[in-house]
């Protein structure tokens, strides 16, 4: 009997599965591909049309940079994906060749979805009875990865990365869709700027310097083929681990794919095969504690711009919002400090020796007439390490609490959630230019005993600090003496609420309950002991509040940049609730007073610096008369102290910048200073303005009206 029957029936078995196989391959394309054109009913189809058109114009997350006033030094980053978008022009073709070898050979052939790699994806899985190939396009894996980025809740990310049937369905519709609204230039442009390439980089351009430390444009075919073979699996892939093996193999792998689609030739790619992974690698700063060490005190500063951001509704409606968009946005930040100012400050705090001490000296510098804050300086180390610091000096505190100092990333100068330090007698300003902007003259005279009982707020009897205060003063005098019962006697005449609205006007704010009670409308008239300084105030809001009589009683919101720029190049706007359309970056100013009231107090603040007003007598002598000759030209100014001495300040201006500066501790407020440190402020304030406005023109103050001198 012959065999040639069974033979041929053996033969017959496979061809059999081989057909069954066809079947099924054939099935497996059409199905999700016939699904993919007539999804679901109209209301789905147009709701996938709709966001497929707005993945065709979204963009990725992008890195945010902060700059120094020159515009092109980089202080810092902040994100949450380190991502530079690039355009495909600037991306090597070395790279562009190589992902679509390693993710998509028939990238230019299909159109969003490839039938082929369906089936071969199909046939490979069926027979490894598993998942060992998928048959993501390039454009369906943008899809995926542009509906995750885009998401505005866990949901949608849940959706958009679920590994099931009809997730990927919808997302070759919309592959599809999308390659009708964007060219494949385009679509590998995205493509390359969302990957996620290991080391927290985002997009070709963080892949490029963290790995390689060099522009996408430079990739050379090997270092493209090492990037391109991370995409599929960043973490077993990466060559930054001890062991290239693995990388290695995928990357000789991506070359062999370049060869097979003639990007490039077997010989080069032979040779290509042989070369290690050569790293060079960067690791990009992110947040304020990562300022370099040359810029160290700037990170006050940008600690500031963090908070300053989080406080704009430019960027979203809550903290949580705005901060995204700093961390996601790809602005670009230009800081308002002014480098000279800002060195003049940090010398003249001693920033870089000081830091030893319990007692934080710091100053900010402010310019009249934009708010912008020129210099933040403090004598303390901007840092997160708090392990050298020794413990803090407050008894309360507990054993094991650390100190402020050498280190911190506390907003001790304000800008933060910080209450601030009592400012002590620099508060006496805002009572008289209460009293000037209600019409009452600089000549306004007082026969001011050394202790003066007030009726009006209850019986209570402050004193002066010394007898030689006594006798008859004006706002020129009482002023440049800083006499407490001249001006607790002059508030009682405007009204303690007035001059508690006033300061509110000029930028104060209440942190504390006992300040914010003694503010309230219902007992801020009772509030006598206000014009002497008792509440908390930080040395930002004083500097800010003093540059607006600089600047003729016209008040800026203080501002920390000059620039915000969006992604594109454009400045950052924001429509006000008055439908006025305005860059963020702009100042944002108001008159507070009239000009005249400004000038007046302007005139008397001349008297404790020890410079001459234009139109009255400063009676004798002065709390800070050496100002004026460190200074060299005309400045005003008020010092401060407390109970005790437990903190010092002195704020001083010109007609160009604002500084105030204070001591204290800020662990512990009753840690007094000592009467032997109060000449520490005002030190600091003259020799800062001296140097910060060395080579400047003189300006001179405008003399106040005969109206308003009296």
């Given amino acids: 009997m012959s065999n040639r029957p069974l033979a041929a029936a053996g033969r017959l078995v496979p061809l059999l599965r081989a057909g069954l196989i066809a079947g099924i391959v054939v099935a497996a394309v059409a199905y999700p591909v016939a699904a993919a054109t007539g999804l679901g009913a109209k209301a789905t189809a147009h709701a996938m049309e709709h966001k497929t058109k707005i993945l065709a114009t979204a963009l990725p997350a992008e890195t945010s940079y902060v700059y120094a006033p020159d515009g092109r030094t980089v202080l810092t980053m902040f994100y949450e994906e ?88 919808k997302e070759m519709r919309m592959a599809m869709d999308l390659e009708k609204e964007l060219s494949k230039g385009q679509i590998l442009e995205r493509y390359l700027n969302s990957a996620y390439f290991g080391h927290r980089a985002y997009g070709i351009y963080a892949a490029s310097e963290i790995f390689f430390s060099k522009a996408p444009k430079d990739l050379s075919p090997v270092e493209a083929a090492t990037l391109a073979g991370l995409v599929k699996s960043p973490s077993e892939y990466d060559p930054a681990s001890s062991d290239q093996k693995e990388a290695t193999g995928r990357r000789n792998y991506v070359l062999d794919r370049m060869t097979q689609l003639g990007y490039l030739s077997p010989d080069a790619v032979t040779q290509a095969r042989t070369e290690p992974i050569r790293l060079k690698l960067t690791y990009p700063s992110n947040d304020c504690a990562a300022v370099p060490e040359k810029w160290n005190s700037w990170g006050f500063a940008c600690d500031y711009l963090k908070n300053w951001w989080s406080a704009q509704p430019a960027f979203g409606e809550n903290r949580l919002e705005r901060m995204d968009k700093l961390r996601r946005g790809g602005y670009r930040i230009v800081l308002s400090l002014d480098p000279k100012i800002q060195q003049a400050a940090e010398k003249n705090v001693g920033s870089k020796e000081g830091t030893g001490s319990p007692f934080a000296n710091g100053i900010v510098v402010s310019e009249p007439g934009t708010g912008r804050v020129k210099a933040m300086a403090i004598n303390r180390t901007y840092s997160l390490d708090l392990s050298e610091n020794g413990l ?276 512990n407020p009753f840690n007094a200073v000592g009467d032997g440190q109060s000449q520490i402020p005002i030190k600091a304030v003259a020799e800062t303005l001296r140097d910060g406005l060395k080579g400047q023109p003189t300006r001179q103050f405008t003399p106040p009206s005969d109206r308003i001198v009296g």
């Fill in 82 to 169: 380190y991502r530079q978008y690039t355009k495909l022009a600037d991306i090597s073709p070395n790279m562009q060749q190589a992902i679509v070898a390693a993710e998509d050979n028939r990238f230019y052939q299909h159109r969003g979805v490839d039938p082929k790699g369906v089936a071969r994806a199909f046939v490979a899985n069926a027979r490894s009875s598993g998942v060992s190939q998928g048959a993501s396009t390039l454009t369906m894996q943008y899809v995926r990865m542009a509906l995750r980025d885009s998401a505005t809740t866990p949901k949608e990310v849940q959706d958009a990365t679920q590994q099931t049937s009809l997730r990927k369905v």
């Fill in 392 to 667: 803090s000096s407050n008894p309360e505190a507990g054993p094991k609490v650390k100190a402020n100092y050498p280190n911190t990333v506390a907003p001790l100068l304000g800008g933060g959630d910080l209450p601030g330090y009592q400012a002590g007698s620099t508060f006496k300003m805002f009572p008289m230019l209460a009293a000037l902007d209600a019409g009452m003259p600089l000549s306004t005279a007082f026969n001011a005993p050394h202790r003066y009982r007030s009726e009006v707020y209850d019986g209570w009897s402050p004193s002066n600090a010394s007898g030689a205060m006594s006798g008859n003063q004006t706002m020129w005098s009482g002023f440049g003496k800083s006499v407490n019962t001249y001006f607790v006697w002059l508030e009682e005449q405007v009204g303690a609420d007035r001059a508690v609205r006033l300061a509110e006007q000029l930028g104060l704010r209440w942190r504390t309950d006992v300040d914010r009670d003694h503010a309230s409308p219902a007992k801020a008239k009772q509030w006598g002991a206000f014009t002497l300084g008792v509440s908390d105030a930080t040395p930002l809001e004083m500097a800010n509040a003093y540059a607006a009589i600089a600047a003729d009683g016209r008040y800026c919101e203080a501002i920390p940049v000059q620039a915000i720029y969006n992604r594109d190049g454009t400045p950052t706007t924001w429509q006000t609730a008055s439908g006025i359309e305005r860059e963020v970056a702009k100042p944002r100013c108001r008159q507070v007073v009239n000009a005249d009231a400004a000038r007046a107090a302007t005139d008397a603040a001349r008297c404790p610096t020890g410079d001459t007003p234009a139109r009255g007598s400063c009676g004798g002598w002065s709390t800070a008369d050496s100002v004026r000759g460190t200074v060299g030209r005309p400045v005003a100014g008020k010092t401060g102290t407390t109970d005790s001495t437990r903190s010092a300040w002195f704020v001083g201006y010109t007609p160009e910048l604002a500084a105030a500066s204070f001591i204290s501790d800020p662990d």
